[in-house]
């Protein structure tokens, strides 16, 4: 069985979330070195790659309520800002990843997804199958979508990422595996100690110690993420969420190897990882 990692490069890490349009170029090449080191390594692995909005596409979706619909000339034009936003930032990632030789190829979530209501009807996943079968690396993005009922709206990457391990999970040969790679060691506990599993049997303990994001996300923050990933452990997807700032440890969850971050599965204890 051929592995899949999906890996979600969040916003608050590649991005100074608090500073508006600042990207973090040092924390981009890091990452575009450990996922060519990770190709390298594991040549049968296939990836696809997303990345969060960060200090980019969140400001204009906040100042355009794009989330929310779009129906006068000035929605119509904040929709199209957003979407200009989530691009330049999702241009910086592939220039990067191009310049560690690795072969990606963008794909806008406009052009895959429509909605209704803000819920998913509609998700176009020919073109990421042969983007894979072509031996490229597809690379993703929250942005905006046209929504049948509303105008618009906007697709996290948590939701697009979520809904590719669905798929591949379900209709393919592929052993699926979604990271989330963040600016935090993993989800926290009420006393800011990090959460080292995360399955249905306690996640309503602790889900009112899940915080929002401090920053600015209008896709829903920690809680968002933590929600959407227990949804696909229930089909036996492994997820993660680590910190994308120690060098290494995007490596040691995708090939399996000992890490420091919060594992959500739907067993008690995990058959691929041990805590670190």
Not at 24 to 41: D, F, G, S, Y
Request: charged share 20%; aromatic share 6%.
């Amino acid at each position: 069985m051929m592995d899949l990692a999906l890996i979600k490069l969040g916003g608050s890490l590649i991005t100074d979330k608090d500073r508006p349009y600042t990207a973090r170029p040092e924390i981009i090449q890091q990452l575009a070195r450990e996922i060519r080191a990770i190709a390298h390594q594991n040549p049968h692995l296939k990836l696809i790659i997303g990345n969060g909005a960060g200090s980019f596409g969140h400001q204009s979706a906040k100042k355009y309520n794009t989330i929310n619909g779009m129906t006068t000339d000035t929605d119509k034009l904040g929709f199209c800002v957003v979407h200009q936003d989530s691009i330049d930032l999702n241009r910086l990632l592939t220039q990067a990843f191009l310049q560690a030789t690795l072969p990606v190829i963008s794909l806008p979530p406009v052009t895959l997804a429509v909605t209704q209501n803000k819920q998913l009807i509609k998700f176009d996943c020919s073109a990421i199958e042969n983007t894979l079968e072509a031996g490229l690396i597809p690379l993703i993005f929250g942005d905006v979508v046209l929504d049948k009922k509303i105008g618009s709206t906007i697709l996290s990457t948590d939701k697009l990422l979520t809904e590719l391990a669905k798929y591949f999970h379900t209709k393919t040969k592929f052993r699926v595996r979604l990271i989330n790679v963040g600016n935090y060691p993993g989800v926290y506990d009420e006393h800011g100690k990090v959460i080292s599993e995360i399955n249905p049997a306690n996640y309503l303990q602790i889900k009112s110690f899940i915080g929002e994001s401090k920053s600015l996300d209008v896709t829903g923050g920690m809680l968002g993420k933590v929600e959407e990933f227990l949804a696909i452990s229930y089909l036996g997807i492994d997820c993660w969420i680590i910190d994308g700032n120690i060098p290494g440890n995007l490596t040691g969850a995708v090939l399996g190897k000992p890490i420091l971050g919060t594992f959500i599965g739907n067993s008690s204890k995990q058959d691929n990882y041990e805590h670190s």
